[in-house]
């Protein structure tokens, strides 16, 4: 990308300014997320840098908030680590329980949000749907409404769903979903189904409608349309939907502070009580992890989708 | 009952209506009977109602009022997808996740066929048009006539008695165009299926169809053989939309049963054989097709009136040339002649005598 001959000594001196604003934006983006990393690895009780680490002195470096992950909250951690041990730590460890949480809370409330969003804008993006921008506008909601007040609102409805009969003057108890897996799935949904409606309207704009008239007219029926001919070339949106709905149950934490009872602490809920109790670097060994675990998520479908395009006859771009 | 519906009313438009907002009619009372193995041509321009009454034989489109009829059965009432009406859309709408081998079994799967008997079926429409070899390729890797030649053969792979195809050719250049319009129309004699073509091109209307029904705001204006619909448009829009027309406008002065005497806006006295005209006194157009004019006195035919005409410009087009004159205070006036060994040049500014056979001037309705 470099300048034309023609360019002016002003065009050359802005260029070196925007490449420095660039510079600076990704470092600011980036910085953060990096430093977590060498920290995490800290033989000390420190969210510093010290001086040992700083010399690559092999005792300044260590394991030991990887390995307190395994063991914090076990019945016994200091057990030789025996078949037992592993039981224990699998049935006890406070972060593994946590990431179990996270990943069943994350891949139920994904699918649900997957299923309800693509079927929310495969309706919304047909022409004789009444009301479409209304309810485009209410389904997108939670995406822009504070996380808060959703959350706050989602408390009270969740803790008892039949108050709403209050309005008639019947007062009954009945379905309380606070404190069940049941409502943090459907909590998590709600948040994630914006972001399926957003991606799937997105590649529907591109969908040539003639394609689902075509395979009519060669004898295929609605649901057959459907599954061989709508679906395909609707899930790359489909799968970033996916995507963004998983990562925002993931990494969530207001809707769960309000409505998971004890049984449902997932990982960003654990980091937050890490965070007041007992501040120490295993959180930074725990945002390492994620890192990964987030950089691995993006690559795994980033190659999908560049499958998905090789095999029907596309160059990746 | 359903063999004597007869191969003369395969499908039939009886007293068919659609309206699209409920207030103003795109189909405007459509009757049209087409034969089985017809080639019939809906041609008109946008917005003339012959898109929507495809898409309404197609199932896409209910019609507001009226029947549709196929092989003697009532289809209002069928899905599309029941329908087994192929069809060819203008975007080709080849899925673009199969290869054209899984798009030409497609329609196959759907109906339950063995899989080497499908495979057999794929092969066989694939070499109908020439296009076995590329089987394993997707639709992108296709140039637009190739893409075109799979869509042919799709909606044709699963034998449908009908197809429909929806300005099938606009998108491709010139030279494409001209040869998979000889193709399809080889296709249509060999497999004699029933075709209903959509277009706006003329041209491809009169070189492909056995009849073409001519559309203009909701109505079929003529129906008729390519020939007739040329050499005898029934009124002004026909004369006017099909090949170039010359029309001199004028007021019937005498009428009997063969020859109309028009005068034209100059005051000049000709004949022309009347079409829609019914009384003297009426105005009209006479409309002249620009090949049937002679300004060579030797060649003018029998019973030819001549006009005074002054040459505008000519302009050379390879085969024929092309004069621009003016003829009775109309500047718009056109002659075609050919580029023979010997024609007579004409230049910018001369003054010439043309003349035609009064049968080949058409006295039509005023527009």
Known sequence: ?317 | MIASAGSRDYVVFDHVQKSYDGRSLVVKDLNLSIGQGEFLTMLGPSGSGKTTCLMMLAGFETATHGRIMLDGRDINDVPPHKRGIGMVFQNYALFPHMTVGENLAFPLEVRGLPRADRDARVMRALDMVQMARFRDRRPAQLSGGQQQRIALARALVFDPKLVLMDEPLGALDKQLREHMQFEIKDLHRRLGVTVVYVTHDQGEALTMSDRIAVFNDGRIQQLATPSQLYEAPENSFVAGFIGENNALSGTVERLDGQTALVRLANGELIDAAPVNVGEVGQRTLVSIRPERIEFKPDLMPEGAHTVEAEVIEVIYMGDIFRARMKVAGSDDFVMKFRNTAGQVRLSPGQKIRVGWHPQDARALDPV
Not at chain 1, 132 to 146: D, G, K, Y
Not at chain 1, 168 to 186: E, N, Q
Not at chain 1, 201 to 216: E, K, M, N, V, Y
Request: aromatic share 12%.
């Open chain 1, 1 to 317: 990308m470099a300048l034309p001959t023609y360019a002016t000594t002003l065009e050359r001196a802005w260029r070196w300014i925007y490449l420095a604003i660039c510079t600076g934006v990704f470092v600011f983006l980036i910085a953060p997320i990096i430093v977590v990393i060498p920290l995490s690895f800290n033989a000390e009780k420190f969210f510093t840098f010290t001086r040992e680490m700083l010399s690559l002195d092999p005792d300044g470096w260590s394991l030991r908030w990887y390995d307190s992950l395994l063991t914090f909250g076990m019945a016994q951690p200091d057990a030789p680590r025996d078949a037992r041990w592993w039981a224990d730590m699998w049935a006890n460890a406070k972060w593994v329980n946590a990431a179990k949480n996270s990943l069943f809370i994350g891949v139920a409330s994904t699918a649900l949000a997957t299923v309800l969003g693509t079927l929310a804008a495969l309706g919304l993006a047909r022409p004789e749907m009444p009301f479409r921008r209304l309810i485009m506008a209410l389904l997108i909601s939670p995406m822009i409404v504070p996380i808060i007040i959703t959350a706050t609102g989602m408390f009270f409805f969740y803790s008892n769903p039949c108050g709403m009969f209050g309005l008639v003057g019947v007062s009954v108890t009945c379905g309380k979903l606070a404190g069940t897996y049941a409502g943090v799935i459907m909590a998590h949904a709600i948040l994630g189904i914006p972001f399926v409606i957003i991606t799937v309207t997105a590649t529907l704009i591109g969908f040539d409608q003639s394609l689902a008239r075509a395979a009519a007219s060669l004898g295929a029926g609605p649901r057959r349309t459907f599954f061989h001919i709508i679906m395909p070339l609707i899930l790359p949106g489909v799968v970033s939907g996916a995507l963004f709905a998983f990562v925002t149950s993931f990494d969530e934490v207001v809707a769960v502070l309000f409505i998971a009872g004890p049984d449902q602490q997932t990982i960003p809920r654990q980091m937050w009580s890490g965070i007041r109790d007992q501040i120490s670097p295993a959180i930074l060994a725990v945002a390492t992890l994620l890192v990964i675990f987030s950089i691995a998520l993006l690559a795994a479908v980033e190659l999908l989708r560049r499958r998905g395009e090789r095999l029907r006859g596309l160059t990746p771009s």
